[in-house]
């Protein structure tokens, strides 16, 4: 056999190890498309929150600004 060549055993060999690194990338692919649809979840959970958090603070400003007319126009003591 000449020295740069391959035996059959070592191919034999290295098609079992690409086979088993192939299996672990399916896996990693799997887990990963997973990990993908859970951040877009979250994604949109925060997006939903951002919009409450909005109206909250508008709510808190409008009710300020409401009560401070209010002690402006009542008399002070």
Do not use: C, Y
Not at 49 to 54: E, M, Q, R, T
Not at 63 to 77: K, N, Q, T
């Amino acid at each position: 056999m000449p020295p740069d060549s391959i035996s059959p055993r070592d191919f034999g060999a290295l098609e079992s190890n690409v086979r088993h690194l192939q299996q672990q990338m399916d896996r990693v692919e799997r887990s990963l498309a997973s990990v993908a649809e859970q951040v877009a979840e979250m994604r949109d959970t925060l997006a939903k929150a951002k919009g409450g958090w909005i109206g909250i603070s508008t709510m808190v400003t409008a009710a300020g600004a409401v009560g401070a007319f209010i002690a402006r126009i009542l008399p002070h003591p």
